[in-house]
């Protein structure tokens, strides 16, 4: 699928209305479609037969690749992340694929060498589930 | 969203949020990917009938939880098969992340991982370090992807560093 200009997430060219629009982490949207599916069980006895393939399958997947389960622990995550200059999709790529260093943060997402000095921050201790405590700097003439 | 007449009445506003999610979840938009689930309404304006029938026309806001990949996009995803190439063109393993089907020609795998055949196909690294096979979760970048109406289906490779089977959280082959 191609826009006026070509899509390429590696230079967050993502397209206007999705560097705008909130983007989800998967513990995020699985908080979200687990509610609603607790909703439609209260009504219904076979809630499955109500929802369709797409969010089944998109509960599924959002559940199994949640590294946070506790609804604190991922509020906590965004709250640490949104304190760096991230737009909202390199928020959640990290948050989705917890880069250990530098390095591979970089790898994951590359629009991020090109900001210069930042500080990424993921702590753990006050959250339930392992975090790696990680700070790091990039200065502006390393080449990565 | 349109409405026959016979669901006019006190619940109005219910029986036209259900048709809502029942029209709108699960779709796919050329523009936005798989429309996942419907969160919530924020706002349904003045109905207009339409000219020579009795429906009526109702314009409604709504938000919604969308997915989409993007180009050059990293992403985890499940095998779900593994198979060997016997073409040029062909695709050697399907993943999928959630409703997304993921394609990975053995091209976009590393050099030294080797198809194996058997019970569970798998593909192994020279050292045996490393196998993947069904239902084995994987990191892999997505190179292209195409949108039709019933289905999103994606390239990915994990030939980069990073990229590849996962092991436990956080740590990748």
Redesign the interface.
Known sequence: ?SGEE??????LK?GE??LKAKC?MNCE?SL??EH?YEQLQQVSEDPMNQ?????E??L???K??S?YKNPDAVRQVREILSRHQLTE?ELC?LG?????TA??AV????SLKVKGQIAIVMSCGLLRY?L?LLTFFFPSSLAL | MQLHPRFFGQNLRENLVSKLIKDVEGTISGRHGFVSAVTGIESIGKGLIRDGTPFVTFPVKYRCVVFRPFEGEVLEAVVTRVFPNKCCYSTDYFAEAGPLKIFVSNHCIPDDMEYQTGDMPNYTKSDGSVRIQKDCEVRLKIFGFSIDATEISCVGSIKERFLGLITDPGAVA
């Open positions: 699928m070509e899509e390429n997430a590696a230079e993502i209305e999705f989800l949207v979200i479609l609603k929802v369709s393939q797409v969010f399958k998109s599924q997947y959002v199994r690749f590294r999709f790529v989705n694929l917890c880069p250990e390095e591979e790898a994951m997402v590359p392992d790696v």
